[in-house]
């Protein structure tokens, strides 16, 4: 699970993020959604250990961010916008370089890099180089050393940009079927997708958060797409304790 308390984080005088608080159970999808700007990366990179907080508090699997980071970035799979991959390397050579970075002893890398390269759809482009793959493709590359460890979180953002309509299908399924098992943050700003599978979502307005709350429960007598408008649009609209998070 996942629990953010407080957090800020700021540039000298410019806040990217204040006092932001929320939380993400296991075996649930938080969709997590805001207006470019918004703070949504900078929450992700604080979260997952890749950039320190001006203050607050996050915790992953009761690790604390800031006190733990190695124990926590063991239990994070992190999914950037834009995939660290390194063109010049094939499937696996570079999966295996991706579970040593991780942490994985020798003994299990090789029976990781055999399991994520069939559950992400990789077996048929295993020997061809990442710089060579559609980006469908390349983006099932970047998820697969997110998983190759097998983390409990995960943490994907915009995982389906650049994706044709059929390749989001595939992904949002897929997203769905590990989430049964995780905790998922999935930062988007496509309403459809966390429509479709998220179970929580969190909407951030200029770096504070404006909504939090059950998908079920914001979505009984409205739409999420008018949910989100008026979050953006009127600022903070509801107690998020009463909205069943």
């Known amino acids: 699970m996942i629990e953010v308390a407080r957090l800020t984080k700021r540039y000298g005088d410019l806040p990217a993020v204040t006092d932001v608080s929320f939380s993400a159970a296991s075996g649930q999808v938080l969709g997590f959604l805001g207006p470019n700007g918004a703070g949504k990366t900078t929450t992700m990179r604080i979260i997952t250990g890749f950039l320190p907080a001006t203050s607050g508090t996050v915790r992953v699997e009761n690790f604390d961010v800031f006190e733990q980071s190695h124990e926590v970035r063991r239990r994070i799979g992190y999914l950037p916008e834009n995939p660290p991959l390194y063109n010049d390397m094939t499937v696996v050579p570079y999966l295996r370089f991706a579970a040593k970075l991780k942490g994985m002893s020798r003994g299990d890398i090789e029976a990781g ?133």
């Open 113 to 245: 890099i055999d399991r994520i390269v069939d559950t992400c759809g990789l077996r048929s482009v295993t020997h061809r180089l990442l710089g060579h793959l559609s980006k469908g493709f390349r983006q099932r590359a970047g998820l697969a050393q997110a998983l190759i460890h097998d983390p409990p979180v995960l943490i994907l953002d915009e995982p389906t940009n650049g994706l044709d309509p059929g390749q989001i299908d595939d992904m949002l399924a897929f997203i769905k079927t590990v989430g049964t098992k995780r905790t998922i943050i999935l930062s988007t700003h496509i309403l459809d997708q966390v429509a479709r599978i998220a179970d929580k979502v969190v909407i951030i307005n200029d770096g504070r958060i404006a909504v939090e709350g059950a998908l079920a429960t914001l979505t009984r007598e409205r739409q999420l797409a008018d949910v989100y408008k008026d979050a953006v649009l009127a600022g903070r609209v509801d107690d998020p304790a009463v909205l069943g998070a």
